[in-house]
């Protein structure tokens, strides 16, 4: 379960107080923006207790996680939001789309932060703030975990709204990754503007 052992581990060598879990959703869909959340916790024992229950958002129902979302944006210090549409994924890559996302998130951020602490193998060198990455970081940082619960349910709802706008896909359901139904509707149909025509199977094959 996800808790404040990393923050701590961080304030208590460097004296930092504001120290930002950020982490992404999407980055593996055929469809959609990629979104990335940045998270400012209290570095108290009382945060825990209240935001019981946060952890790796992939291993919480969506109604747990809709309950977490307003927890979270209602006890954290500060908390950013960034996005990057599948149009500039196809034009940069997915990488480099994310980054910018975690970027954005990051200078959405009312606060500050003196340290980052990053799900997965990323970097941000954009950013001149002192940073580390941690490999299924969601897991273990509480406010890595509630960063991936922000960007998951953020992107979750950006994504029944697309549905409104293009019904053939169910993007409400699958919410752009590449389910058996997903897959097919775009043979069907053809991908739609909000499709990553970068990403196999909708880029075309090389002659």
Known sequence: MADLTLETAVSQQHSFTLIAGIDEAGRGALAGPVVAAAVI???????????????DSKQLTAKRRDSLFD??????????????????????????????????AVTQLTLTPQFLLIDGRIRLPQLNIPQKSIVRGDSQSLSIAAASILAKVTR????VEM?????????????GYGTEFHRAAIAQFG?????????????????
């Not at 599948?86 to 910018?100: H, K, Q, T, Y």
């Not at 979750?156 to 994504?159: A, F, S």
């Open 156 to 159: 979750d709802r950006l994504m």
């Open 41 to 55: 916790l209290p570095l108290n024992d009382q945060i825990e207790t209240l935001l019981d229950g946060v952890n």
């Open 71 to 104: 927890l979270i944006c209602q006890h954290a210090l500060a908390y950013g939001i960034g996005q990057q549409p599948a149009s500039v994924i196809d034009e940069i890559g997915i990488l480099p789309a994310n980054r910018l996302a975690m970027g954005t």
């Open 163 to 175: 549905d409104r706008h293009y019904p053939n896909y169910g993007f409400a359901q699958h919410k």
């Open 191 to 207: 991908p739609c503007p909000e499709h990553r025509h970068s990403f196999a199977p909708i880029r075309p094959p090389l002659l």
